[in-house]
């Protein structure tokens, strides 16, 4: 059966924090065999697996080592093939994670490149250093200093836009595009129907200049060859196969680039991740302060990508996090009050959207940022590298770690909490120690609690993504926003042959009395997130605190 990625939802899945099934404190594919009917009872349609390949996991297998084989620690082949196979029994499909910017300087043409393999070395960046010695460009790796890294035995440097372990491939190189492709077609004759794509629009590489206005950003984001490169991988792999469902994470791209990247005819991707939206609780591009969200912002860029992606026949990916993001719930919601209110509003906000949804794993249950309270419990190389460097910059300790555990990815990498018991059911009780703490809030905030409560977020998310199949109008429906100045309501009309969506939330934990409020007579609501429902009155909507409703018609 073909399946229509407009009506599907994808859950995505980071082995490691999700379920140990040998009791070594790391999680594993078994783990993830093992909980298929949880996902399934979600109802989602794919599962997107964030890397498994062999890998030294300074980047939990974002440094890939070795794209043909399994992680020992995550399994084996086989454990793959089962999962494939089980998953295609419920129904769901598998879309792997493949990082192809970089690789690890493990992988072997890394390693044949430092023995001096003149065909290896132009898999990489390799280049001089200017006429002082110093680095060829001052690009700043993404994870903090710079760049690129010197070779003492050949007098150059290597590139690296994320970790030293991380180096960067040449896609200029027909070889490494020839590779890929073959990388990809393996694991299409495994029955993979689907793909991620780590950081794709950074892959095209030309001018190696001086950034005087920035980190280097500009001079390899949406590079001159992109769209060639993307088009031809379309081509020559799962551009061949129309069941497959691509997205492409896009880092600090513009919109009309996505719209060649994701567009309906234009041979690139299905969708994309844009990340505009999750940066307004930055300064600028720097992640690492501490600064209030930015309301209105979040709502401008969240219906510019809505209706400009739309006018352009282009397809977004929506989502509110993933294993690089700190916790919705915890972000724009609240942990405590009214937790399991502003966890379904989050959730009625983004499912309703124009796009294919992403949940990432304990989103649906409302997981929240961790309460580390020590930086020797964080794990991620960028908190930790960060962690240093603003305290380089002259911050205190304690208010360098006050920024790492507001912003620090490691917030959505703490084990899933499946139930009450000592570490959350993620590992067995006798095993060792799980790689990263466990978020006590685990006796309150776990899956089996939620299963058996109608009433939870869990169930609430369920209701959501089975409303996208059943009402045409939330698949393929156009959105026009509404009170778009309105200092607490995200709110959105969409409509499709004759039929008409309103989605209504109040941001934030008061009541709240919205002016202007659309009339919903002759609309039957469809879902919310209080039992007793209200409707606007004279134009007015009173307002529960972070209440949702969506009304149909
Ligand atoms: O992330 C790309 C990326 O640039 C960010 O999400 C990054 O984590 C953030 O900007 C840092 O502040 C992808 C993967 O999702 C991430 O886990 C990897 O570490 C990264 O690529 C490198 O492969
Ligand atoms: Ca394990």
């Not at 859950?11 to 783990?31: A, E, H, V, W």
């Not at 964080?378 to 962690?387: G, I, K």
């Not at 039929?499 to 409020?517: M, P, R, S, T």
């Amino acid at each position: 059966m073909k399946r229509d990625f407009r009506k599907s939802t994808v859950y995505q899945i980071y082995p490691k924090s999700f379920c140990d099934t040998n009791g070594d404190g790391l999680g594993d594919l078994r783990g993830v065999i093992n909980k298929l009917d949880y996902i399934k009872e979600l109802g989602v349609d794919y599962i997107w697996l964030t890397p498994f390949f062999v890998s030294p996991q300074n980047d939990n297998g974002y440094d890939v080592e070795d794209y043909y084989n399994i992680d020992p620690r995550y399994g084996t082949m086989a454990d793959v093939e089962e999962l494939i196979a089980e998953a295609d029994k419920r129904g769901i499909r598998l879309m792997f994670d493949m990082v192809f910017n970089h690789v690890s300087t493990n992988h072997e043409w890394f390693q044949k490149a430092m023995a001096g393999d003149p065909y290896y070395k132009d898999f990489f960046f390799f280049r001089k250093g200017k006429t002082d010695g110093s680095a060829p460009t001052n690009w700043e790796s993404k994870f903090g200093g710079s760049a690129w890294e010197y070779v003492e035995k050949f007098d150059e440097y290597y590139l690296h836009l994320f970790d030293v372990t991380q180096a960067d491939l040449n896609w200029d190189n027909e070889n490494v595009r020839k590779e890929v492709q073959k990388i990809l077609r393996f694991w299409m004759d495994k029955g993979v129907k689907g793909f991620r794509f780590d950081v794709i629009n950074l892959i095209s590489k030309e001018a190696f200049e001086d950034d005087t206005a920035g980190d280097g950003r500009r001079f390899y984001t949406d590079g001159p060859n992109i769209h060639k490169y993307l088009k031809e991988l379309n081509e020559a792999t799962f551009g061949t196969d129309a069941e497959i469902v691509t997205v492409g994470e896009m880092s600090s791209t513009s919109i009309e680039n996505c719209y060649q990247y994701a567009g309906r005819d234009t041979h690139e991707l299905s969708m994309v991740f844009s990340f505009h939206h999750l940066k307004v609780d930055f300064m600028g591009n720097e992640k690492w302060v501490l600064v209030p969200v930015d309301f209105g912002k979040l709502k401008h860029i969240m219906f510019e990508w809505q209706t400009k992606m739309a006018e352009h026949n282009a397809w977004n990916a929506v989502f509110w996090c993933n294993h690089d993001q700190p916790r919705p719930v915890s972000r724009f919601g609240d942990e405590g009050k009214y937790w399991k209110e502003s966890a379904k509003m989050l959730g009625t906000i983004v499912h309703c959207l124009r796009g294919t949804p992403y949940v990432y794993q304990g989103e649906e249950i409302g997981m929240t940022n961790t309460d580390f309270t020590d930086i020797s419990q964080f794990r991620d190389v960028e908190s930790l590298n960060y962690y240093q460097i603003l305290q380089d910059k002259g911050l205190s300790a304690s208010d360098a770690l006050r920024i790492v555990q507001i912003h620090s990815r490691d917030n959505g990498r703490t084990p899933m909490q499946w139930d009450a018991s000592e570490y959350a059911g993620f590992t067995a009780a006798d095993g060792t120690e799980p790689w990263i703490g466990v978020n006590s809030n685990h006796i309150r905030v776990n899956a089996a609690e939620q299963l058996s409560d109608p009433d939870s977020i869990f169930h609430y998310y369920r209701k959501l993504i089975a409303l996208r199949k059943e009402l045409d109008v939330i698949a393929y429906g156009g959105i026009t926003p509404l009170a778009e100045k309105d200092p607490c309501v995200f709110a959105y009309e969409r409509e499709y042959d004759g039929h008409k969506l309103i989605v209504a939330c109040n941001f934030y934990g008061k009541d709240y009395e919205w002016k202007g409020a659309p009339d919903v007579s002759g609309y039957k609501r469809v879902i919310g997130n209080y039992s007793a429902e209200t409707t606007p009155e004279n134009g007015v909507w009173k307002m529960r605190p972070y209440e949702a409703a969506v009304w149909y018609r």
